[in-house]
Structure formats: structure tokens, C-alpha cells
């Protein structure tokens, strides 16, 4: 009868067996890892995303204007802010390079009449010369000073009408509209006396018949509002590259702003 073989694995058997089993471990847990770690890279760049895109979403909402919500008739050559820029011809246009001088106004402000009287002439010098780009804002803030007609509204929807349908004629029916402009607590001109004023600056009969339609009313109120939320409470405002002007610039005073436009490389 032969005596069964001792098959009991030896010391070093025992030791190579351990070795290997802890290495299978080690490398199991050094793959659960690198999962871990894949999975929480790919939820931190996830969240990075987000981030990002709802930064962008939350900057793109704080840049819009009321104007840029505003889905009602907006004439043409306007900007989201309610500007209509001038350059050196028509409205809608800008002098590439030049400096950007915003006008906020009320036709039936009188200060804004005393700043047309006061800079006009130069504003269109710069503006032929390629020198400066003008943006009219065209505000009705006085609209309970005309008893009752809108005199503000009316004017300033003629004045989006003209920049939209004859933009060569916009400045010269701005200039018109304060050579003849009526005092506050007044009605105003007539719509009738407003199509003249637009006639005689270039724009055709068919257009100006067209102002009593009030086609940019509602506009005319939302480019109000929007300058208000821009910090603009009165007219006439006056800002160069997006800054006011220095109350220390008297515009009323004939030759200061066009001195001041000098100081700041406009013209020179």
C-alpha cells in the first residue's frame, strides 16, 4: 500500500501565492482609483462648464437693453441704446476711428435748443470733417409740458421716422425743429407745422405725412426709459465715448465744447 504524497504547499509556495494576491489587490484598488478620480475630473469639468456658460448667460443678460427686449417698430439706423448716429452724411453712419459724442434731447427743452444754438455749427464741422461721430438720443421726458398733445413724442417719432425713411434729411430736420421751437406749457407746433419743418429739411411729402401715424411712439418711450436706466435724469446730456462731460464744460457757452473737444484730440 503506498503512503499518500505530502501535498501541503511549501513556505515559499505560501509566500509567492500571498505576494501575487496582494498585488492583484493592489492593482485592483489602484484601478478603482483612477475610476474615481476619472469620474470626479469629468464632474469638476462638468461644473466648470456650467460655470462658465452661466457667467456668459448672466454677463450676455446684463449687457442687453431694454430696446434689445423691445420686439415693437424700431427705425431703422438706431442702435439698441436708442442712438442714431451721424456721421460726416446721413444718419446711420459713423467716421471710422473718430470720437463718439452722444446727445441726449428733448425738442421741447429749451436748454437743449440753447445747446443747438451754442454747438451746431461746429458738431457739423467735426462730424464733415471725419473728425466726430454725433448720436442723437431722441428722449420725450417733457411730454406733460405741451397741455396735453405730446409735443416731445411727436417730435422725437418724426425725428426716428426721418432717420429711418430719410436719413440725409435727419440732421437738417433736428436743426429745423430748434430753429423753431416752441416754449414749455405751450401745445407745441402743430403736427401739420412739424411735416413742414421735415419738408423743407429734404424729406420727401409721402414721409412726412407719415409722422402722424406715430409709427415709433412706443419706441420713443422705451429709448426714454433706457436712458434713464443709463443714469440720464435731464436734458440736454452730452457724453464723449460713453462719458459725461465734465460739469466744468459750460456747452451753452459758444466755442467751449468745441475748445474742450480740442483738449481731447477731436479735431486736432
Partial sequence: MTTPKNTKPTREQRRDAARAQAEKLRQEQAARERRSRNILLGVLAGVVVLVVAAGIWIYAESQKTLLDEFDGATPANSDSSGGISVGATAAGTV??????????????????????????????????????????????????????????????????????????????????LFAQQPEENTEGLTDDEI??????????????????????????????????????????????????????????????????????????
Fill in 95 to 176: 467716421n471710422e476711428g473718430a470720437s463718439d459724442l452722444q446727445v441726449y434731447l428733448d425738442f421741447m427743452c429749451p436748454y437743449c435748443g440753447m445747446f443747438e444754438d451754442a454747438n451746431g455749427s461746429d458738431l457739423d464741422t467735426l462730424r464733415s470733417s471725419g473728425d466726430l461721430t454725433v448720436t442723437y438720443h431722441l428722449l420725450a421726458n417733457l411730454d406733460s409740458l405741451s397741455m396735453g398733445t405730446q409735443y416731445s413724442t411727436r417730435t422725437a417719432n418724426a425725428a426716428a421716422t426721418v432717420a429711418s425713411e430719410a436719413p440725409d434729411a435727419f440732421v437738417p430736420f433736428v436743426e429745423g
Fill in 195 to 268: 411735416a413742414q419743418i421735415a419738408v423743407d429739411a429734404g424729406v420727401p411729402q409721402e414721409v412726412a405725412d407719415t409722422f402722424t401715424d406715430g409709427t415709433y411712439n412706443e419706441w420713443v418711450a422705451v429709448a426714454t426709459q433706457q436712458a434713464k436706466r443709463e443714469g440720464v435724469s435731464g436734458t440736454p446730456t452730452v457724453k464723449l465715448d460713453g462719458k459725461t462731460l465734465p460739469q466744468t464744460v459750460n456747452f451753452y457757452e459758444p466755442g467751449t465744447l468745441s475748445s474742450y473737444l480740442a483738449e481731447q484730440g477731436v479735431g486736432g
